[in-house]
DNA sequence: TTGTGGCATTGAGCCATGTCAAGTTTGAGT
DNA sequence: ACTCAAACTTGACATGGCTCAATGCCACAA
C-alpha cells in the first residue's frame, strides 16, 4: 500500500531539524513553511511519506476523511463524479499542493496519481491538535484555502460562461505561469495530462479540445511538436484570448 | 511566529455583552460565535453596521480589499464579470453568511445586493488582528473557507457536466436544504433572486431556465403559483434529477 | 518487421442550448 | 381601474459543441 519514510531515530536526537521535513526539498513552497524548524520534529512525527504509482486512485468521494495530504512529487488529478460516469476535474495538483480541506467527516472529491506520485500524509485527528497548537499553521492553511476558492471561482466563470477556445487559452496560459515567478511564464508546456483530463476539467470533449488546439494552431497561438508538447507561440494573444477582451 | 492565546482584560467585564454584537440575532449562526462573550466587546468595537439598498454593489472586483463582511440581513449576490458582460454568478449569500476572503489585496469577485440588505463590516487589518488574537475565529474562518470551497467543487460538476434539467434540479433541490434542518427541507420557496441571476448562477440563459422550468411543471415536479414562488411537488424525484440517478 | 493498444486527430451529422423576436403576466405608481 | 416597465414565457430558428465513426500516430512487445 504505502511505503513509510525513514523514521524518527530511537537514540540521540540528530544535530539538525529531523527528517523526513528537515530535508524535504517542498518544505518552502508548502504549508509545512509555517512551521519553525524546533518544532519540525513534532510535523515530523505526524508526516508519512507515501508514494503513488500513476493511476492510483489515493482519495475516494465519500470515504472517511482520515488524512490530509501534501504533493511532494508528481501531478494528480482531483475529481468528482456522477453516477453514470461524467467526470468533472476541479483542479490539478502539483508539489507543494495540500489536499484534504474538508468540512464534513467525508472526502468530497477523489484524487489520483497522473504521475507517479510522492507525498505526505498527515493524520487529521493529529493534525487537527497540531492546528491548535501552532496557529501559524492555520492561518497558512487559511491563505491556502482562501486561494483555492479564488481559483475555484475563476474556474465557475470559465465553465459557465467562457467559450471553447477561450477555456483552452485560459487553461494554456494557467499552465504557462504554474509554479513559476509571474513575469516569466513558461512558453514551453509539457502537459502530464492527456487530452481528456483536459476535457473533463474544462467542461467540453476530447474531440472539441483537439479540434480547438488545432485551430488554435492554425491560427499560430501555439504549436504542438508532439503531443504533450506545446508551444505557446503568442502567450499575450493567448492571455487576450483567455480574458475575453476585444 | 506563534500566537499567545487570547489575552485577559483589563478591567471589570461588562454586565452585558456590548452593542451591537451582544444582541445580534445573527451571532449563533455566523463566525462571530466563535468568540466569547467577554471578549465580544473586542469585535463590537470593530463592527460596522451598514444597510446596502437592493440593486447596490458593495463589493467591487479588483477593488482594494479593505474589508470584511458579514451579512445580517437580506440576500446577496456574487459574481466575476468577462469584459463583455457575460455574468458568472458564483454564489448567493444570505443571513449569517462570511465575504472577502481573499488572497491578494484585491477583491476577486463583485457583490451586489438584490435585497435591502443589513451587514457587518470588518476592517481588514484590524480583523487579522482579532484573528491573531483568537484562534478559535482563524479556525471558524478556515470552516467556513473549507465549506465554501465544497460548495464551489459542487458547482464546477454542476456547470462542467450537468444538463439544463439537472442544473435546475440541483439549484431548486439546494434552496430547499438552504438553512434549514437538513431533514426539514423546504417544500415552498421564495426565490429573491430574478430568472437571469438563476441563469447567470447555472450557466445558461434566461429563456433556457424559464423553458426548463416548465418543463419541471408539465412533469408535475414542481408548481409555479406565480414567480417567484416555488413549489416543489416531488422533491425525492427533484433529488434523483439533481444527483444525475439512473 | 509486424502487430497491438492507447492516445490524438479529423469528418459528418445532430441536438441541446443559445439567439432573436413576439407576447403575456405582474406589480408599482398614478 | 389604467399605464408602464420589468420580468417572465413561448415560439421559430441558428449554432457551438457533442456523438459517432474512421483514421493516424506512436511506443512497445513478440
Known amino acids: 500500500m504505502n511505503t513509510p ?4 531515530i530511537l537514540v540521540q536526537p540528530p544535530i539538525a531539524v529531523p527528517e523526513p521535513c528537515g530535508t524535504c526539498g517542498m518544505r518552502s513552497i508548502s504549508v509545512c513553511n509555517a512551521i519553525d524548524d524546533i518544532h519540525l520534529i513534532r510535523l515530523a ?14 482519495i475516494t468521494e465519500q470515504d472517511k476523511a482520515t488524512d490530509f495530504f ?8 482531483l475529481f468528482k463524479l456522477l ?12 508539489p507543494g499542493h495540500f489536499l484534504g480541506l474538508a468540512v464534513s467527516a467525508n472526502y ?10 510522492k507525498l505526505c ?30 481559483c475555484a471561482q475563476e474556474q465557475m466563470l470559465l465553465l459557465g460562461r467562457k467559450t471553447a477556445r477561450e477555456r483552452l487559452a485560459s487553461f494554456l496560459v494557467a499552465r504557462a505561469h504554474d509554479g513559476v515567478p509571474s513575469d516569466m511564464p513558461r512558453t514551453r508546456l509539457h502537459l502530464a495530462m492527456t487530452r481528456e483530463d483536459i476535457a473533463d476539467y474544462l467542461g467540453l470533449t476530447i474531440e472539441t479540445v483537439s479540434r480547438t488546439f488545432s485551430k488554435l494552431k492554425a491560427d499560430k497561438l501555439i ?10 507561440l503568442n502567450l ?7 480574458a475575453a477582451e476585444k
Chains 1, 2 share one sequence.
Open 121 to 150: 500524509r498527515f493524520s487529521r485527528p493529529r493534525m487537527r491538535q497540531m492546528l491548535h497548537d501552532f496557529p501559524a499553521l492555520e492561518e497558512t492553511l487559511l491563505e491556502v484555502a482562501s486561494n483555492d476558492l479564488v
Open 45 to 58: 512525527e505526524l508526516a508519512n511519506g507515501v508514494d503513488v504509482q500513476a493511476g492510483r486512485v489515493f
Open 108 to 117: 468530497s472529491f477523489s484524487a489520483e496519481a497522473i504521475t507517479d506520485v
Open 70 to 77: 501534501n504533493i511532494t512529487e508528481g501531478t494528480v488529478r
Open 83 to 94: 453516477p453514470d460516469g461524467r467526470r468533472q476535474i476541479t483542479g490539478f495538483a502539483g
Open 223 to 232: 504549436a504542438i511538436p508532439s503531443p504533450p508538447e506545446i508551444i505557446l
Open 5 to 8: 519514510r525513514p523514521v524518527p
Open 236 to 242: 499575450n494573444a493567448l492571455q487576450a484570448v483567455a
